[in-house]
């Protein structure tokens, strides 16, 4: 079955702490992995999409990589506006739907 | 360039009744997808509609009906409404399904208290 698993659920950093947001899928014939930014009370906001392994994106403080099993967010010297939860997303090569991972909820602290 | 547009915003319904939300695309996509965020949760596809077809459904009873008109707005419908059916829905509309990965764009959302 199609799954997208994130990890952890929520984390908790200080302004300027490094870290990095798991997203695993199991999916046959990938077309694109996908991250996005939710606000609270607002839609998902595109940031990167992914086709290969090997691939890397970057975008000011947010770097996305991928592999065959899964993806990494990496956040440098994050800041307290880069507070929200972030969601993985895949797409199989023969469906149109996007599946989704459940997010995870980052805080940064001042 | 207008973005994905979501109405009404908030709505509180009891069980059993019925519920349409509207969805207009942005400047330029054919593609519309619905999706269910339940809190806390991911969001899930409940079906998507290109050129005015359904194009793909996920795992949602029959009562989840929507249409696509041929200026690719959309609208969702919920009949017999549950308890569970209480939710962020959320409209993202998006270029050609033909034409690769799909960016979706996505609007606020409509969320939905079932009482």
């Known amino acids: 079955e199609d799954q997208v698993t994130q990890s952890p659920e929520a984390l908790r950093l200080q302004e300027g702490e490094s870290s990095s947001l798991n997203c695993s899928y199991t999916?046959?014939?990938?077309?694109?992995l996908f991250w996005y930014r939710q606000d609270p009370g607002k839609g998902p906001e595109f940031l990167f999409t992914l086709y290969s392994a090997g691939e890397e994106k970057e975008k000011e403080r947010l770097k996305a990589t991928l592999t065959k099993k899964e993806s990494f967010l990496h956040i440098t010297a994050p800041k307290p506006e880069d507070s929200a939860t972030y969601l993985c997303a895949v797409q199989k090569s023969s469906a149109s739907k996007i599946i989704f991972g459940s997010g995870t909820r980052l805080s940064i602290r001042p | 360039e207008t973005g994905v547009t979501q109405s009404p915003t908030h709505l509180i319904k009891t069980r059993g009744q019925q519920v349409t939300l509207r969805c207009s695309s942005q400047?330029?996509?054919?593609?519309v997808s619905w999706y269910q965020q339940a809190l806390g949760q991911g969001p899930q596809f409940i079906f998507q509609?290109?050129?005015?077809?359904?194009?793909g459904r996920g795992n949602f009873p029959p009562r989840f009906s929507g249409l696509q008109f041929p200026n690719y707005s959309s609208e969702l419908n919920v009949n017999a409404l549950e308890l569970d059916d209480s939710a962020l829905y959320l409209c993202?509309?998006?270029?050609?399904?033909?034409?690769?990965?799909?960016?979706?764009?996505f609007g606020a959302g409509s969320r939905l208290t079932v009482l």
């Open positions: 999916v046959s014939g990938l077309r694109g």
């Open positions: 400047s330029g996509h054919n593609t």
């Open positions: 509609y290109y050129r005015e077809e359904e194009n």
């Open positions: 993202a509309s998006s270029l050609d399904v033909n034409s690769g990965a799909n960016v979706l764009t």
